[in-house]
């Protein structure tokens, strides 16, 4: 058809009656138009046109309108660039040879769209038409346009926006998601200069709530669906089908424009949180998040998927489940998560640079509720490791060291999210995964805490997962309890109440290696004990047999302790495990010579000179060669690598030359069995040879 006659075909489909399956024909017609029509004024004519029209905008479609308008443009200015670029814009040489475009250049293309931008549409609708015609001209080093159409251009689109943002009220939800969604396209193309232009203050609150309500994440509403559709299926197993209304409509979330491209969304409020003036505006960011983060809680813990621990999907999730819905879930869900915390660690660092932020009466409140935010979405983030996002461990100790300035207020918060089942592990795998949360992060606070707070706070909810019988998969819970105990236990304060629940952890710590702690795990909660019960630890000069007490216990243990290698299950419990893994498998005595090796640094002198010789006593015990060598090798790093102080290095000095302490290592024998002969006839004695 000439391009005339579509022309006025397309003109009249505007004024039709909406109608959902026309619209896609109207607008690629529409997209053909734009890249072949030969007249500036008939394309500044259509693009006036688009945007009135009743067959596209009176349709309850939402922001996929927005979105398509965005595209037409988008795919037409790429068109137009192409031909330029290909030569295919001059005109044919005779009737018979098809026209490829419409042979306006680049830059006169653009001006006749933006022509078309007058009063009667919508300064939402300029800003999508504009981002159409920036990505197309100018996204994937194109450079399309002449440097100063492209700036004004840009300048165009932030004065839109602003525009916008000062007439909230007539613009409505849809058109100030528009906005949103044109300037997140358009974002990474705009200059520093004219990204300063921007109204961020006015800006901020739009692009959270965009993102949070329901052109985005509907605040967690899709999980309440979800829950009415999971069904219990013969062989115990709960089966969420993939042709279920629930999972339709998670798809269509997962397919919004603005969850499609919630990684530029979430960087763009980041952006907007740190250029803002008015810091107020801050704490409304945090507030809006907070509460998003607390609706996603609380829908998935009304969802029944909630009841199972990860450990036991596999077991309780259908096939269907498990290859087609869930991991659809599961992925829409880590997008939420790695959006919130990506704006967390915007108004954390905002926090340590804004006065008003940083101030006393405000920086706790703001650390306050940044956990209490992670503490919401840690049920998606333990799935993958916290500790592997950069941004989520910026986000929680940073929020720590700034409450731990203030005892009280650091208090409350525990208070807030103390287990209500302290005492006992929870039935429940969330509330399990909010202890794993809590205990997590009370350790960071012994410091401050008084002993009995700490006791009350840290001790009761921590003393169940230190249980060697608990349950084989709250290993990483089972970790943080230790992690917490030994916290509480170094703090100078608690001389007393590390008195009173050592013997307890001790019992506690021997009875669960290696079943429940890996050699890594076992050898550093010794270590920290030996660094407690020596000198300069308080506690040292109270009790001043609780070193050696442990070193005996430890002792005997390795004298008697299997010595064939453990299991790959046993020493490998997590992804530091795996890393710092020995190149020779290793039995239980092996693990318990190389915790007794790491706790020489830390003893006293008399002690030091005493244990030496019961530590190569122990390293002759290791029956197997490989085991017994890599032994060999990490005492020598343990004497000679720097750890040990001066006083301490001339002890094993003297040890290691004049005490016998280089026959034993090294030869497997004693001073006195190489004393005692037999000696070839006429040789000098061992001290004589020496001499």
Known sequence: MPADRLLNTVLRAYQAAPNPEQTPKILSSTTSLLTTLSNPLNVTLLSSHLLTAPAIWNQLDGLQTSFRIISVFNTAAITVHKHQREGRNVKPYDAYQPRLGGGIPPDDWAVAVVKGLDDRSLRW????????VLLGMEGQQRHGLSRGLREKLENALVTAVNLVLQDPASTGNLGMTSVVLALNHAFPLLSDSVRRLLNYDGLVMNLITAMTCIDGYEDGMFLESIDRDVQQVPGNKFDWS???????????V???PLIASMGPLSRLVSHAVEHMINPTRTIEVLDHLLVFTGKILATWQLNKLSELDPSEENTFLT??????TFPVLWQVLKTAMFASVVILQAIISKALLDPHLSSKEIAPAVASKSLLALRS???ISSRMGSNTFSAYTFVNLTSIDILSRFPLQSRDLLKTIYPPEAGQIPMQPLQRNHDLFYLNTAEHFTLILSPSDAESLIVV???????PTANVHLLEIFEAAHSSMLAVLAAPQNGALATKILPFYVESLFKSFPTHLS?????FAFKTLMQITTPPSPLSATEQNLAETLLELLYHRGLHAPTAPLSPTATIKGDEDAQLQPPTPLSEQAVLLLTLQDALPNLPLVLLEEWLPHVAGLLNAVNDAGMRDYCKRMFWEVLEGGEMDVER?????????TRGGRESVLFGSTASEIEAGPFMSGALGQRESRL
């Open 649 to 657: 290095s001339a002890v094993c000095v003297a040890w290691w030359g």
């Open 319 to 324: 096939p269907e489940t498990l290859r087609v």
């Open 377 to 379: 979405i840690h049920f």
């Open 519 to 523: 050699p890594r795990q076992f050898r």
């Open 254 to 256: 997962a397919s919004k």
């Open 461 to 467: 909810p921590t003393s169940p997962y230190l249980n």
């Open 242 to 252: 993939a042709k279920s209304t629930s999972f339709l409509r998670l798809q269509n």
């Open 125 to 132: 609708q300029h800003a999508l038409v504009i981002t159409g």
